[in-house]
């Protein structure tokens, strides 16, 4: 761990410490955390944002700061952190856009002021709400009419968003490709963290857009450098990318001169290399599945064919316009 990570968590583990910080606390570490965070590792702030999601109080500047960090790394926070006001959260949802609102909306016990700030933000309510008046959609909802209750303006509400959030969610968590990549990428870190080799193989498979046994083949290659070559044709980040192998092939947490192999390893590749393997690695995936490849999906429009076109990441798009991670 680098040293500025360790200062970040040290920080961190101070302030987390303190059951009661006074105002003097709060300004200190207002003043420290933000310019020792940018400075940190990917790993480190993750780790730091779980951390400071539990704390009760905390200034309310660096509350912002953390929720308007990139969704990925902000959910946790603003799904869970007390110390969030509602001022807050229905700033974040106005302003962050649709991902930061539907982080806001899974927390819970939201309030009325932040539920109506949240419905009046969903263009599609007005089009449901008859639907949810006829047809209660959760089992919540259910129950209040199997035991004769009369909801509340409230619940109803409530119950509104919730049908709207649950179905939204995995629909529209990925409106572009980017976002998309995004979301795969911190799957595969998710799995990588937990050691899940098969999640995470399955994982790099819809990544990839490949078949289960291109994605396995490629894990199966015990000096990390086939999967190493796939994660940079993904655009992962250096910090994750040697994160992901060194989680994944414990032998490359080995130093040399200071260096872990992992970190040796992401270092002697060539990215446009990666891209051009990864390619001709999928060329031969689609051929033996059977597949047809999205660069023959036009010339295929207008044939029938059993054989269904995969959709894939442009790679090196992610390094073009940098990693938003």
């Keep these: 761990m680098r040293m500025k990570d360790v200062v970040l968590m040290a920080t961190v583990s101070t302030f987390e410490s303190m059951p009661q910080p006074g105002r003097n606390e709060l300004r200190q570490f207002a003043e420290l955390f933000e310019p020792i965070f940018k400075a940190s590792g990917a790993e480190a702030r993750r780790n730091a944002i779980a951390a400071l999601s539990r704390c009760e109080t905390l200034p309310e500047q660096v509350a912002w700061f953390i929720a308007t960090q990139p969704i ?5 926070f603003i799904t869970s952190s007390p110390a969030l006001p509602d001022t807050m959260l229905i700033e974040l949802a106005r302003s962050q856009g649709p991902a930061y609102a539907r982080a806001v909306a899974a927390r819970d016990n939201l309030s009325v002021k932040v539920v109506d700030a949240l419905v009046s933000q969903h263009t599609a309510l007005e089009k449901h709400v008859s639907e949810d008046r006829i047809a209660p959609r959760d089992t919540e909802a259910a129950l209040y009419g199997e035991q004769g209750f009369v909801m509340t303006r409230e619940e ?3 119950q509104q968003l919730k049908s709207l959030v649950s179905r939204d969610t995995l629909a529209r968590a990925a409106d572009t490709p980017e976002a998309y990549e995004d979301m795969s990428i911190n799957l595969l870190v998710r799995f990588a963290r937990l050691r899940e080799a098969r999640q995470f193989s399955h994982a790099l498979a819809d990544a990839l857009g490949s078949s289960r046994w291109l994605s396995e083949r490629i894990m199966l290659d015990l000096s990390g450098q086939q999967l190493a070559t796939a994660l940079m044709a993904l655009g992962t980040t250096p910090a994750d990318g040697q994160f992901m192998l060194a989680q994944l092939y414990p032998h490359l947490n080995a ?3 200071g260096r872990n192999k992992a970190e040796m390893l992401w270092q002697g590749l060539d990215p446009e290399r990666c891209d051009e393997r990864m390619l001709a690695w999928l060329r031969a995936d689609d051929e033996a599945e059977g ?5 023959d999906q036009a010339a295929n ?3 029938q064919s059993a054989s269904p076109v995969v959709e894939r990441p ?3 798009r992610r390094r073009a316009g940098g990693a938003r991670r």
């Design 72 to 76: 990925s790394m902000a959910a946790i």
């Design 301 to 303: 429009a207008n044939e």
């Design 255 to 257: 130093a040399i001169d």
């Design 314 to 316: 442009a790679f090196g």
């Design 291 to 295: 597949r047809a490849a999205p660069m």
């Design 156 to 158: 109803q509400v409530r």
